[in-house]
C-alpha cells in the first residue's frame, strides 16, 4: 500500500514537473526566438540593444524570483498545514516587500540608464537606442516584478497549469503580434517593440496573475 501511495506521488510530481517545465520551456524560447527575429527586422543595432535589455531584465527579475521562491515555500507550508488564511497573508506580505525593494532597484535604471548601459555597449549610438527602454524598465520593473511573485506563489500553492496558460497567452497573444504591429508594421521600432513588452505582455501579465490569486481557487486544488 505505502509502495503504491508513494508511486502516485512521484507520477503526480512528475506530471506537475512536465506541465510547469518541460511544456512552458519550450514555448518560452520559442517566443524568444520569434522575438528576436522580429527585432532583427528591425535593424541590426536594434537587436544588441535588444539583447542587452533582455540580459538586464533576466539580472533584475532574480531578486523577484528568489523572493518568490521563499514565497513559495512559505504558501507551500501554510497550504500543507490547512491554513489557507496564513497562505494569502504570507504571499501579501512577500509581495509588499518585493514591490518596494523592486521599486528602490529600478531607480538606477531611469536615473542613470548611460552609466549602467555603458558596462555592456560601446557603441554610442546603440545606447541612445536603448536609453529610454532602460528608463522604461526601470519604470515597469515593480509593477512586472508582481507577476514574477505570483507565478511563484501560485506554483506554490499548486496551481500551475494556470500560470502556464497565463504565461503562453500573453506571450503569443499580445507579445508577438504586438511587437511585430507596433515595431515594424507601424515603424516605432525598439520603442515600440519594449513598450509592448513592458506595458502589454508584461503589465497584463502581472494583472491576470494578481487577480488569478485574488480568486483564491488555489486553496482548493489538491496535488495528491
Same mark, same amino acid.
Given at each position: 500500500?505505502?509502495?503504491?501511495?508513494?508511486?502516485?506521488?512521484?507520477s503526480r510530481l512528475?506530471?506537475?514537473?512536465?506541465?510547469?517545465?518541460?511544456?512552458?520551456?519550450?514555448?518560452?524560447?520559442?517566443?524568444?526566438t520569434l522575438m528576436?527575429?522580429?527585432?532583427?527586422?528591425?535593424?541590426?543595432?536594434?537587436?544588441?540593444?535588444?539583447?542587452?535589455?533582455?540580459?538586464?531584465?533576466?539580472?533584475?527579475?532574480?531578486?523577484?524570483? *528568489?523572493? #518568490?521562491?521563499?514565497? /513559495?515555500? @512559505?504558501?507551500?507550508? !501554510?497550504?500543507?498545514? =490547512?491554513? %489557507?488564511?496564513?497562505?494569502?497573508?504570507?504571499?501579501?506580505?512577500?509581495?509588499?516587500?518585493?514591490?518596494?525593494?523592486?521599486?528602490?532597484?529600478?531607480?538606477?535604471?531611469?536615473?542613470?540608464?548611460?552609466?549602467?548601459?555603458?558596462?555592456?555597449?560601446?557603441?554610442?549610438?546603440?545606447?541612445?537606442?536603448?536609453?529610454?527602454?532602460?528608463?522604461?524598465?526601470?519604470?515597469?520593473?515593480?509593477?512586472? *516584478?508582481? #507577476?514574477?511573485?505570483? /507565478?511563484? @506563489?501560485?506554483?506554490? !500553492?499548486?496551481?500551475? =497549469?494556470? %500560470?502556464?496558460?497565463?504565461?503562453?497567452?500573453?506571450?503569443?497573444?499580445?507579445?508577438?503580434?504586438?511587437?511585430?504591429?507596433?515595431?515594424?508594421?507601424?515603424?516605432?521600432?525598439?520603442?515600440?517593440?519594449?513598450?509592448?513588452?513592458?506595458?502589454?505582455?508584461?503589465?497584463?501579465?502581472?494583472?491576470?496573475?494578481?487577480?488569478?490569486?485574488?480568486?483564491?481557487?488555489?486553496?482548493?486544488?489538491?496535488?495528491?
Amino acid at each position: 500500500m505505502f509502495g503504491k501511495a508513494r508511486f502516485s506521488a512521484i507520477s503526480r510530481l512528475y506530471c506537475v514537473f512536465f506541465t510547469q517545465r518541460a511544456c512552458s520551456s519550450f514555448w518560452t524560447s520559442l517566443a524568444l526566438t520569434l522575438m528576436f527575429r522580429i527585432v532583427a527586422l528591425i535593424g541590426t543595432a536594434e537587436v544588441a540593444a535588444y539583447t542587452v535589455l533582455i540580459q538586464l531584465i533576466s539580472a533584475v527579475a532574480m531578486p523577484a524570483w *528568489g523572493l #518568490g521562491l521563499a514565497g /513559495a515555500t @512559505l504558501v507551500g507550508q !501554510a497550504m500543507g498545514a =490547512k491554513d %489557507v488564511d496564513a497562505a494569502d497573508q504570507w504571499a501579501w506580505d512577500v509581495i509588499k516587500v518585493s514591490f518596494l525593494m523592486l521599486i528602490v532597484l529600478g531607480m538606477p535604471f531611469w536615473l542613470f540608464p548611460d552609466v549602467i548601459l555603458g558596462v555592456f555597449i560601446k557603441e554610442e549610438a546603440v545606447i541612445e537606442m536603448a536609453r529610454l527602454p532602460c528608463q522604461i524598465l526601470g519604470g515597469f520593473i515593480a509593477i512586472n *516584478g508582481i #507577476g514574477y511573485v505570483f /507565478a511563484s @506563489l501560485l506554483n506554490g !500553492a499548486g496551481d500551475v =497549469k494556470r %500560470v502556464m496558460y497565463v504565461n503562453l497567452a500573453t506571450q503569443y497573444l499580445i507579445l508577438l503580434p504586438g511587437a511585430y504591429l507596433f515595431g515594424v508594421w507601424a515603424g516605432f521600432g525598439l520603442i515600440g517593440v519594449w513598450l509592448v513588452h513592458q506595458a502589454g505582455f508584461r503589465a497584463v501579465n502581472s494583472v491576470i496573475l494578481t487577480g488569478l490569486w485574488r480568486q483564491r481557487r488555489w486553496q482548493s486544488i489538491e496535488l495528491w
